[in-house]
């Protein structure tokens, strides 16, 4: 059987077109010893002494290895050299011959040059493969050369199946890895019939792949993504569905996203729904549940559609590798445990009906569904999956009794009080309704601690005069509390009345004990959800937060006294600085306070005079509680203290943040965060460039540094003595290196990712970090310990520096 294997090579190196050319007639003459009687083995040592003794060890393994298993193969090779990659795509259309081999020396080309910092624009293996006939790819069909300066770079950004080498100038040594590659390259492909049914394997997808993908881009057109973190046994399952996110080539085809940690797919994911509205697939190997930590459970909390496939065994597998399914645990029992349904998928007959019910799951109660599935499903290229039609049965809220649609009326347009509306995550629409009313009756607006930026300081460049600032358990703003205050102490129920809207007035909803929630406060919630409905609530409407809206709208007709006196409130309110005489105090290193004001009045002025616009990503922690306090919003914002309040959440989702949003990217993330969760930094680079709008934002990133986990040691000053600090400590050596680089990935254009520390407050720096597009920075930003102000709680901003004179 006669095999002819088409090389393209690019490079004008003639060290390497020679020591080819010599590997080929060596291979022939191996093949037909006849051709060339003159053709010897020269002795050699084992183990080798030195390259000469490698060459030949290794000519002796290829003669005997194609003496028995390639003697009824014939292999030949034709070589086609060209000068750079642009050649090479406008002549390979044409040639009848077929290809199995790449070659590319990044030596010859401009775009991959070291002056460059070569890192990829565009895999030139995707660019060849496509332009020319191809037979057999193996694990040794792509072999790119690079100078030993960008191995750095370029490691960061090829794929597993290339073959990275630095050229080496013995030739011995590069004429052994040659012929080692092109037999390892004839064994994979041609030789081995177990490995050649792996290169010759059809490329239909999985079937259980294209089930899930028909689906989601039934019912989520253009508003999903799908995350993964590989494994042997999903290997073939993320191909698959690359591969049809791929073919799909249209505006409707979802984003195919990776992390450091299955972690940072979830952490991602739920940005992606609170953020962007966007559903989620999100695909793991064996036995990884547990790594996407409490953020599965705020993804269940935030009732994020999505489906989370999981490899694992069957159920009667011996204690499989890596298996949650045995006999002494059941890792589905830990999945129920947290009220998350799930489906086993371990039989194709019954496929069609346990993934129909998974769907079913996903649309009836929005939330995380588990796909547990046993590897004969995750390698089955059948397509048995029969999609059944079915309705989602929502269930509805109980009828509202018309007396407390009443009620509420009558104290937006009759009563002479305060009213104070906390906003959980709103519509677009219900967004509009809220400003508007607000606007119409004289409504002090709050947005939340898990929520920032649900209602904005901002919107659409103009001030929000309702805007009080935020309210929660921290970060409360200084203007929220004097709002509800007087004097210090809480107005009681007959002059203030306070609305919940999507909230379940949990404990991070507010800096109020339980008994002052039950006595002091008048209390208005709105839930959909009949079991969140609290039992602080004087007024609890279980229904939708858009109709009542609606009906407020239709009916709002206030006083004009009632709202001329709201409005005076709201001003005095308003009129009050943010800042006590403290937070302007300058110092090294500076206070948080003293920080976030500055960067406030900065952005500010960004927003009002440059139109500037960014997503807020807050990390846990308490310099994070500064930010989103003292930093004015534009739009909705990712916090990570939503749910079980978990560091390193909204550092682990900015890359997904970055590939996403079309708004610049402001991420306050402590120490602590940083030193909690793995490096996302080169994640970071890879998604902006991926990001269509990459060109018109930047994405900063502060690290916010003190050395402690301050907002532990918070906790501590108000309630033990002093000198219980070591096991605060954050022992993170800062980096003393600040370069400025260039990197190239997946797009043309370039990602310039600035380091920097900032160390005292300087405009002009601050202003470059925030107003450059097309850039990441990162800077440190050196900051001291304090437990005073910002929200911090009620005893802070009741002390004596926080009155005003």
């Known amino acids: 059987m006669n095999h002819n294997i088409g090389i393209c090579i690019i490079s004008e190196n003639p060290a390497l077109i020679e020591e080819l050319d010599y590997i080929f007639s060596l291979i022939h003459v191996i093949q037909n010893p006849e051709d060339d009687c003159s053709f010897t083995i020269e002795p050699f040592s084992l183990p080798p002494k030195n390259n000469r003794d490698i060459l030949n060890a290794t000519i002796k393994q290829a003669q005997h290895y194609l003496t028995n298993a390639g003697k009824r193969h014939e292999f030949s090779f034709t070589p086609y050299i060209f000068r750079d990659l642009n050649e090479a795509i406008k002549v390979l259309p044409g040639e009848n011959t077929v290809f199995d081999i790449f070659i590319v020396d990044t030596e010859y080309l401009p775009e991959y040059s070291k002056e460059a910092n070569i890192s990829l624009p565009e895999s030139p293996f995707d660019l060849l493969i496509s332009s020319c006939k191809v037979r057999t790819l193996t694990p040794f069909s792509k ?10 770079s370029i490691l960061s950004y090829v794929d597993g199946s290339t073959q990275i080498q630095v050229l080496q100038d013995d030739p011995d040594l590069v004429r052994a890895k040659l012929l080692k590659l092109l037999i390892d390259h004839m064994e994979h492909g041609y030789l081995n019939k177990l490995l050649s049914r792996t290169a010759a394997t059809t490329k239909s997808p999985i079937g259980l792949a294209q089930a899930i993908f028909s689906h989601m881009q039934e019912f989520w057109p253009k508003q999903w993504d799908f995350h993964y973190y590989t494994g042997s046994m999903v290997a073939n399952l993320i191909r698959s569905i690359q591969a049809l996110c791929t073919d799909a080539q249209d505006d409707s085809s979802p984003r195919c996203l990776t992390g450091n940690n299955e972690h940072c797919l979830a952490a991602g994911a739920l ?10 697939v999100i695909t793991v190997t064996s036995g990884m549940i547990d790594e996407f930590r409490g953020t599965l459970s705020n993804l269940q909390r935030a009732k994020a559609p999505g489906l989370i496939i999981c490899a ?16 002494d645990t059941d890792g589905r029992e830990v999945i129920a445990a947290r009220r998350i349904p799930h489906v086993y998928l371990h039989d194709r007959e019954t496929l069609s009906e346990q993934l129909n019910k998974a769907f079913q799951v996903m649309h009836e109660n929005p939330g995380p569904v588990f796909i547990f599935a046993t590897p004969n499903i995750l390698e089955s290229r059948e397509n048995t999956f029969s999609p059944s039609e079915f309705i989602s049965k929502v269930s509805e809220p109980d009828d509202i009794h018309q007396n407390d649609l009443d009620t509420v009326m009558n104290l937006i347009n009759n009563s002479d009080i305060r009213l104070l509306w906390n906003c959980g995550p709103l519509s677009k629409y219900e967004l509009e309704l809220v400003t508007q009313i607000a606007q119409d009756a004289g409504i002090a607006l709050t947005d939340s601690l898990t929520h920032p930026g649900t209602v904005q300081a901002y919107r659409n460049g103009k001030l929000n005069k309702n805007y009080l600032g935020t309210f929660g358990v921290y970060a409360f703003s200084r203007r929220v509390y004097h709002y509800l205050h007087d004097n210090g102490k809480l107005r009681g129920p007959d002059t203030l009345s306070q609305f919940f809207l999507k909230h379940k007035i949990d404990q991070a909803a507010t800096p109020f004990s339980e008994g002052k929630l039950k006595r002091n406060i008048h209390i208005v919630q709105v839930n959909k959800n009949k079991r969140h409905l609290s039992p602080y609530s004087n007024i609890a409407l279980n229904m939708p937060l858009v109709k009542l809206l ?24 308003t009129n009050l600085d943010e800042c006590v005489p403290g937070d302007y105090m300058a110092s090294l290193p500076m206070s948080a306070n003293y920080f976030m004001l500055k960067l406030g009045q900065q952005v500010r002025r960004l927003i009002e005079n440059n139109a500037f616009e960014f997503i807020g990503v807050y990390d846990v922690g308490r310099c994070g509680l500064s930010a989103i306090r003292n930093i004015p919003r534009t739009c909705r914002s990712f916090s990570g203290w939503y749910g079980r309040a978990l560091m390193g959440d909204a550092l682990s989702a900015l890359p997904y943040i970055a590939r996403t949003s079309d708004k610049n990217v402001l991420a306050f993330i402590g120490d602590g965060a940083r030193a909690l969760v793995p490096n996302i930094e080169s994640q970071l680079v890879h998604a902006l460039s991926q990001n269509p709008n990459g060109t018109k934002i930047n994405i900063t990133l502060l690290y916010l540094c003190n050395g402690v ?8 000053d108000k309630r033990t003595p002093s000198g219980c600090g070591r096991q605060v400590v954050v022992p ?3 980096q003393e290196n600040h370069t400025e680089y260039k990197r190239e990935p997946v797009t043309s254009r370039n990602i310039i990712v600035n380091r920097t520390r900032v160390s005292s407050y300087q405009e ?7 107003n450059q597009k097309g850039r990441i920075n990162i800077a440190e930003v050196l900051l001291s310990h304090n437990s005073d102000g910002d929200g911090l709680s009620l005893i802070s901003e009741a002390s004596w520096n926080r009155i005003t004179a």
């Open 143 to 152: 072999v790119m050369y690079v100078p030993e300066e960008s191995l750095n």
């Open 312 to 327: 694992d065994s069957p159920a009667d597998s011996w204690f499989a590798f890596q298996g949650t399914i045995d006999v």
């Open 271 to 280: 940005a992606g729904w609170q953020l962007f509205e966007r559903s989620y």
């Open 709 to 716: 986990l301050s907002m532990i040691q918070t906790y501590l």
């Open 550 to 573: 609606e009906y407020i709208k239709a009916h709002l007709d206030v006083q004009d006294h009632i709202k001329a006196n709201r409005l005076a409130y709201l001003t005095e309110a």
């Open 764 to 770: 002009q720096q601050i202003g470059d970090l925030l």
């Open 732 to 734: 993170l050596p800062l």
